[in-house]
């Protein structure tokens, strides 16, 4: 294709249009120029001003931050600030001086006036620095005062064998340290509530100290006193003139120096004002200059726009048009339209040439268009084969198929024919034939998702049984994907079978013995819940013995004095009932006890609706004989939930607590044997309703746990006790798990002994 080549003549219509506009630019910048110079001066004398700004802002700022250092120093006594403050106002005179010279008459003036009042504050700074060293003088006497106190009641505490002596020392050794840190929290923070704390310390430590002169002293402990007498006194002395002081150098800092501070402020304020009027002057001028600047910018933007508009118009007709005409037909012919009309400009430029170029892009684009169809159609061909070789290439051993969904043809390869056991003569190469070899309980589902696949452009992946002509049934796993032609219809279904009968029936063999290794896990576990329940049993039984024994004791009682009141003829009939009426007391208590252990062996109980808190104490109620025992102190704690709603259970959840309740007696047993009958046993135990499930938390001062329980506590059959099998602790945590839901968890106590156990079921 030849490309279009530019000549004189289109060219010289860009040129003349481009020369023209360009000639009246210049002319507009030139007048732009002139009026921006002016505001430019304008500017300079406003930059002039706002360095004025600038400066008393900065010099306002620097007093400020100097106030803040003098005050740091005036409260703290830190000598980093008293250096920052001195740099600083070094720094600002140098300021200072500098403004004055570069500063108008009028601004003169008000540094001059500030530099004055800097001076002023400076020396009244010296004279704080100063004081400030007097009053650390004070504080240091006041320490070494205090250590003389202190060091005196030591010595006195060390003469002394009365306890009523010893008593008040001791206070007032206290109290001294008290006074000592009240005046020194005073010097750090100068807040008048210390100074008044210290002062009423002084008031206590002088009555308790007459109170102990009053006492009967040794000679040499009434010297003691009359120089811890004098040196109370001196310290006190002391920390009212420190105070006194104090408020003297606050009164220098809060009116003295703040004043020169303020006359500094003032006169920088003065300077900035001055330079605010400077500017707003300027700033008007600049609005002045902005109108005539954009007055005049309207007008050459108007007289511009409309000699651009005229060049435009002349452009148009004969540039722009027939180049959008053109710019049209390439367009289509783009796209591919082979029957686009392309304008026909005689005209010997470069648009002429345009013409002729697309007149050849259209000739070219219909042969294009023919090649390109050939190669579609070979393209179709070629990605059916290349579809079908790919899944069969990589598919070994696997049956090919390929449905026709025009012609309800299918097509079996060799394997397919071997998978479903037919011979090919016996196949009718229809959808119906391989219908018919579908296993009558999966033809209907296998159908539909078959259907559906080729409908919606899903694949179809599934697995379904066949039945070979001798009536064995095998498992096949298909996959297949559609084909669609380019109005979206479905036209092919390529697919592979394969047998997997062997792994399915390999499948159903170990779920047979997953299944019968639960039951006999499930079976084992069982066993040993109802061995950890016997376990339990047995301290029930024993509770059961020591609940009944103090009852039976006062029934026997009763029955001895009845039958001694028979023999000497003075049973009456009011000691007869009153005797039945306790023995009946009595027996209903055993008869309470025997319902409460009844609930715990019950091993029919179903799952209720339980209250944790309920249980908690019935629970208890069970070990009251064995606490009484063993002396042991129980400490229940709730949290403000009026109820503790759980549903499972009963016997399980109280078998678990019971294990945790006898674990913890076990350890606190062991505890009382290593350090005797004076050891105070506890059992604290805290239930709390969070968000999400319930806690219980039960807390022991037994023997506590070593590293080996810490790690196997919950391990089966293990226990560290000469008894028992040890299987408590692993069956509550399974017992929790499985029929709550929850845990058991088991730490020690850092830093002492004893263990804590923390159980947790979730809400219903």
Request: glycine residues 4%.
């Amino acid at each position: 294709m030849k490309l279009p080549t530019f000549n004189l003549r289109l060219q010289s219509k860009i040129y003349g249009f481009v020369l023209l506009l360009v000639v009246f630019f210049i002319a507009l910048n030139v007048l732009f120029f002139m009026q921006i110079n002016h505001i430019f001066n304008d500017y300079k004398a406003s930059d002039q001003a706002n360095l004025n700004i600038q400066q008393s802002i900065q010099i306002t700022g620097e007093i400020e931050k100097l106030q803040r250092h003098v005050q740091n120093y005036t409260y703290t006594g830190y000598l980093d600030s008293a250096d920052a403050a001195r740099k600083l106002y070094h720094t600002l005179f140098k300021r200072l001086v500098q403004s004055t010279t570069q500063s108008s008459e009028t601004s003169q003036t008000n540094y001059d006036s500030m530099r004055l009042h800097l001076e002023r504050y400076y020396a009244k700074f010296n004279e704080l620095i100063l004081q400030r060293g007097t009053q650390q003088q004070l504080r240091d006497n006041i320490r070494q005062y205090g250590e003389q106190i202190e060091k005196g009641f030591q010595n006195y505490l060390a003469s002394s064998n009365s306890p009523e002596q010893i008593k008040l020392a001791q206070q007032l050794y206290i109290r001294s340290y008290q006074v000592e840190k009240g005046a020194f929290r005073y010097f750090e923070s100068l807040d008048n509530r210390f100074a008044k704390l210290a002062k009423q310390s002084f008031k206590t430590m002088w009555r308790e100290f007459k109170q102990l002169k009053s006492l009967p002293q040794t000679p040499p402990q009434q010297s003691m006193l009359k120089t811890l007498e004098e040196q109370i006194a001196l310290t006190e002395k002391t920390f009212t003139r420190s105070i006194q002081h104090t408020r003297g150098y606050l009164s220098l800092v809060n009116v003295v120096m703040a004043a020169e501070a303020f006359e500094v402020l003032y006169h920088a304020n003065q300077i900035n004002q001055n330079a605010q009027k400077s500017v707003k002057q300027i700033k008007q001028a600049l609005e002045m200059q902005y109108e005539q600047v954009i007055q005049t910018s309207i007008i050459g933007s108007l007289i511009l726009m409309g000699l651009a508009l005229i060049l435009a118009i002349l452009n148009v007709k004969s540039v722009v048009r027939p180049i959008a005409s053109l710019n049209q037909a390439f367009q289509s012919l783009a796209r591919g339209d082979t029957d686009a009309k392309i304008p026909d400009y005689n005209i010997h430029d470069e648009i002429g040439q345009l013409t002729l170029s697309a007149k050849e892009f259209q000739n070219k684009n219909i042969e294009t268009q023919h090649l390109l169809s050939e190669s579609e159609q070979l393209s179709q061909k070629l990605l059916s084969v290349q579809e079908r070789l790919t899944i069969a290439t990589t598919s070994a051993q696997i049956g090919v198929w390929d449905w026709n969904l025009k012609t309800n043809e299918l097509f079996w390869d060799e394997m397919m024919f071997k998978i479903y056991h037919l011979h090919p003569e016996d196949f009718s190469s229809h959808y119906e034939a391989w219908s018919q070899a579908l296993h009558p309980d999966d033809r209907i589902a296998t159908e539909e998702l078959l259907t559906e696949s080729t409908q919606h452009n899903k694949n179809f992946d599934t697995v379904f049984r066949i039945v070979w002509p001798n009536g064995e049934e095998r498992y096949i796993k298909a996959y297949a994907i559609t084909l669609y032609d380019d109005t979206g219809d479905a036209i092919h279904t390529i697919g592979v079978n394969y047998d997997i009968t062997e792994f399915e029936q390999l499948r159903h063999h170990l779920e047979k013995q997953v299944k019968a290794e639960l039951a006999t896990q499930q079976e084992q576990e069982q066993v040993l819940i109802q061995q950890s329940k016997l376990a339990a049993m047995g301290e029930m039984i024993n509770a059961i013995s020591r609940q009944w024994r103090q009852p039976l004791n006062e029934v026997s009682l009763y029955l001895q004095d009845l039958l001694s009141a028979q023999s000497h003829d003075q049973l009456t009939k009011q000691l007869l009932e009153d005797n039945i009426t306790k023995s009946r007391k009595k027996i209903k208590f055993i008869s309470k006890t025997i319902d409460d252990f009844h609930t715990f062996f019950n091993p029919d109980s179903e799952d209720t609706d339980l209250d944790l808190n309920g249980l908690i104490k019935h629970t208890l109620n069970l070990f009251e004989a064995q606490f009484e025992d063993n002396d042991i102190t129980i400490n229940l704690t709730t949290d403000q939930a009026k109820s503790y709603p759980l549903h499972g259970n009963a016997n399980h959840m109280q078998q678990s607590l019971a294990n945790l309740i006898t674990n913890a007696i076990d350890a606190i047993k062991e505890r009382r044997q290593q350090e005797g009958s004076e050891f105070k046993a506890l059992i604290s135990i805290t239930l709390k309703n969070h968000k999400e499930f319930y806690s219980v938390e039960l807390i022991d001062n037994g023997i506590g746990l070593s590293k080996e329980s810490e790690k196997k506590a919950f391990e089966p059959y293990f226990t560290t006790k000469d008894e028992g099998i040890g299987i408590e602790l692993y069956m509550t945590r399974t017992i929790i798990k499985k029929y709550f839901n929850g845990r058991v968890d088991l730490y020690p106590i850092p830093n002492q002994k004893g263990a804590r156990t923390l159980l947790r079921v979730p809400h219903d």
